[in-house]
């Protein structure tokens, strides 16, 4: 079982969708997706807490910094 599954059975979608305010399907698409959004993040993170299980970072779809945006800060420093 995905770790993204497991904690949507853990927590319950109901219960997510409520705290999130989001529909059971948008829970669902993020499920399909294997990412959650990265809005969901503080929420999520503290009903895991709350169920004392993991809910690691890499589950939500934070921005990652480019390897552009990196070479750019060298050549300007």
């Given at each position: 079982?995905?770790e993204?599954l497991?904690?949507?059975?853990?927590?319950?979608?109901?219960?997510?969708?409520?705290?999130?305010g989001?529909?059971?399907?948008?829970?669902?698409?993020?499920?399909?997706?294997?990412?959650?959004?990265?809005?969901?993040?503080?929420?999520?993170?503290?009903?895991?807490?709350?169920?004392?299980?993991?809910?690691p970072?890499?589950?939500?779809?934070?921005?990652?910094?480019s390897?552009?945006?990196?070479?750019?800060?060298?050549?300007?420093?």
């Open positions: 079982m995905s993204i497991f904690i949507c059975d853990a927590l319950g979608r109901k219960e997510m969708g409520h705290r999130l989001v529909s059971k399907a948008a829970i669902a698409n993020a499920v399909a997706d294997g990412r959650f959004p990265s809005r969901w993040y503080k929420v999520i993170s503290n009903m895991s807490a709350d169920a004392k299980i993991d809910c970072m890499k589950l939500f779809n934070f921005a990652e910094e390897v552009a945006s990196s070479d750019a800060q060298e050549d300007a420093a």
